[in-house]
């Protein structure tokens, strides 16, 4: 038996797409679209594994039979490994089912938290989550009430300012994680700006990144996941887990405050995942969305405005700090961004 590795063009090639959709499904988890690249392992002409990577996270892992616990899965995931690390990245990501969860700890990646039977969140990095922790822990301020929000912030917006400071008059200390990811409209590094100028008048918040570790449900990837399990509510619980066992203790956070979304669905599973994983360890406060015109302040309505060039109507929505970074040269090329989007 030799084997070989091969690209797999599944949005191009009709034939590659059909051949990775049967091995998928022969292993009983869904396609995903949101892939960069996928490979498949070969016997001669016989698929016998693929693979998928988006960025830094490896996805869409599938063995034939035949070929389990053996070459071609050291030969697929070692590959796509180096495609993410060829690509400039410093860690690599895998969720996966717990039966999966022993062959990825053989190729040296190490759990960081798990949801059940349902999920594994493993990494393998040269710098990877318990150094992660530690320089988050530098940034530990004692106090005796110390509270966490975490956030998008795209962009930052009056309602999002309205959730920080009730939070912060009511805490000694208040640490904001802003979403590391750069998946929205406005880039992380713009939207992590755009907090700490926002926030710059309270001297109780700290504002940190999170990595890798705390992904939006854009990107959660949830292709091995039954199909009757709630995505949001596993992510959610993931979440949970990641923030109450390790984030929060490294800073000492004692208390979480989400905002209110009586019309949200997802948010109200996502805020009743966070109570039940918290328990009493945690306290989660839930905090009335604010208002302009009657309606809830939102990022969304923020970007729906800029669309349709309703410019001056967002100094109800946002800001000074944050209008400015819109009116400014910066902002340009964002909100024509958002222009054309469809």
Known sequence: MELSIRRLW???????????????????????????????????????????RYRNVLKCIAVCKSYTGGEAVSLLVS????????EGHLSCYVYTKPSSA???RYLGFQEIERVGDQLVFMEKALHGFPEFL???????????KVAGIVMNANPFTKGHLHLVEKAARENDILHVFVLS????????????????KGTAHLPQVRIHETGDYMVSAKTFPSYFLKEDADITE????????????????????????VGEEPLSFATNIYNGALK????????????????SGGNVISASRVRQYLKEGRIP??????????????????????IEKIKNKE
């Open 181 to 196: 990811e750069d998946l929205s409209d406005f880039p992380a590094k713009v939207r992590m700006e755009l907090v700490k």
């Open 276 to 291: 039940k994983v918290f328990g009493e360890d945690l306290e989660i406060i839930i905090i009335p969305r604010k208002e």
């Open 102 to 104: 022993d062959s990825f």
């Open 313 to 334: 109507e967002l100094k109800d929505l946002v800001p000074p700090t944050t209008f400015e970074f819109l009116v400014s040269p910066e902002g340009e090329p964002i």
């Open 234 to 257: 596993v992510q959610a619980t993931l979440d949970a887990k990641i923030f109450k066992d390790h984030i929060a203790p490294a800073l000492g956070i004692t208390r979480r405050y």
């Open 10 to 52: 599944v949005k191009k090639i009709d034939k590659d797409r059909k051949r990775w959709e049967e091995i998928l499904q022969q292993a009983g988890i869904r396609t995903e679209e949101l892939v960069d690249y996928t490979v498949g392992v070969f016997d001669g002409d016989t698929l016998a594994a693929t693979g998928s």
């Open 79 to 86: 590959h796509l490994m180096s495609e993410v690390f060829d």
């Open 134 to 144: 530690r320089n988050l822990a530098k940034e530990k301020v004692p106090g005796e």
